[in-house]
């Protein structure tokens, strides 16, 4: 049965990998490819062992992504200058590619800027602006340096909140794999962004007592921020505050903070500051689509597909890649052909 799943699996593969390739050979009318990344890191990069694997791409795999783009005839854009000619559709190229990279990650400074350099490609990234020249990360990250590095105290009761979220719904004796710890990462979003961050910070201070390796940071700070909007080649959106879920954010003031105080938090970026909002997770509420648009002009969603020019500047569908569904060109337009159904 291997074998046949296998062959399967990889006449699929093709099957997506061809619908990608004749899209982009037949496309006409003016049509956007968003590529979107999060995590750019190599190989043996330490921080790859208690991260998402869905987060994660190598730099030589996103220069790949960009020269084969090229290959294809596609066009390099600031995401907003597309945006801008949407309303002269005969200025845009029949095919044209845009970068994003959400949450404003070090690593984007320190591995994808270097290759964004060498290529002359620009690219857009979405901010989470109260991280911002902090050690903090995102509870996904906390969650799994927890679980990933040693086991759980069975009968410590700090750690009982992950209890029911652990597989069979238990501590173990053993740490969990990075396999095993995505799963619980994905299955705690059933809880509000702010409650897990409330247990996290109580479980820090029960073992403030305790020897602890400082934190080292992992988002960007401003001379980064700095030396990469005065390249021209990199723009800044707004990503919310604190990367919280807007479908679990009820205050309306808090509502508002995240989406609107969130873009006045970029004014300090001056012209490479661009009023598009990328929604945390994807998730989408009614208050919350209004306020972003009544105060930016345009927004990411983590819906796939390509973008015609006819397409909803609120409603941009983008690609997200890592290293498991592009890792070479036939993934690549396979991830690309599936936007198409």
């Given at each position: ?172 004796s053993a740490p969990l794999d990075l396999e095993q710890a995505d799963d619980v990462v994905n299955r705690l979003k059933v809880l509000d962004d702010a409650v897990i961050l409330a ?35 990199i723009r800044f959106g707004a990503h919310t505050q604190h990367h919280y879920r807007l479908n679990r954010v009820a205050e309306p003031a808090a509502l508002r903070r995240e989406i ?55 409603d941009l569908r983008r690609f997200n890649l890592h290293d498991g569904n592009s890792f070479n060109n036939l993934r690549f337009l396979a991830s690309l052909g599936r936007g198409i159904?």
């Amino acid at each position: 049965m291997a074998p046949i799943r296998s062959t399967l699996k990889f006449f699929a593969l093709s099957l997506f990998a061809l619908a990608g390739w004749i899209k982009i050979r037949l496309t006409v009318r003016p049509t956007l490819i968003i590529l979107t990344y999060h995590r750019v890191l190599p190989a043996d990069h330490p921080d790859r062992s208690c991260e998402q694997p869905g987060m994660v791409i190598a730099p030589e795999l996103l220069r790949n992504h960009i020269r084969y783009m090229k290959a294809c005839g596609a066009t390099p854009v600031h995401l907003d200058d597309w945006l801008s000619a949407q309303a002269t559709p005969n200025k845009l190229p029949r095919l044209s590619f845009a970068l994003t990279f959400d949450d404003g990650w070090r690593d984007n400074y320190q591995y994808a800027f270097p290759v964004l350099n060498e290529e002359q490609v620009p690219a857009t990234i979405f901010l989470v602006t109260r991280l911002l020249d902090t050690n903090r990360t995102f509870w996904p990250e906390q969650v799994l340096k927890l679980i990933i590095s040693q086991p759980l105290p069975p009968d410590a009761p700090e750690y009982q909140w992950l209890t029911p979220f652990l597989p069979d719904q238990q501590p173990d004796s053993a740490p969990l794999d990075l396999e095993q710890a995505d799963d619980v990462v994905n299955r705690l979003k059933v809880l509000d962004d702010a409650v897990i961050l409330a247990h996290l910070e109580r479980m820090s201070a029960l073992s403030a007592s305790k020897p602890r390796k400082p934190l080292s940071r992992v988002i960007l700070n401003s001379g980064e921020l700095t030396e990469m909007a005065s390249s021209g080649l990199i723009r800044f959106g707004a990503h919310t505050q604190h990367h919280y879920r807007l479908n679990r954010v009820a205050e309306p003031a808090a509502l508002r903070r995240e989406i609107v105080d969130s873009l006045t938090d970029l004014d300090p970026l001056g012209a490479e500051a661009v009023p598009i909002f990328c929604y945390p997770n994807g998730d989408i509420t009614g208050r919350g689509e209004e306020l972003v648009e009544q105060h930016y002009k345009a927004a990411c969603t983590t819906r796939t597909g390509w973008n015609p020019v006819t397409r909803n500047p609120f409603d941009l569908r983008r690609f997200n890649l890592h290293d498991g569904n592009s890792f070479n060109n036939l993934r690549f337009l396979a991830s690309l052909g599936r936007g198409i159904v």
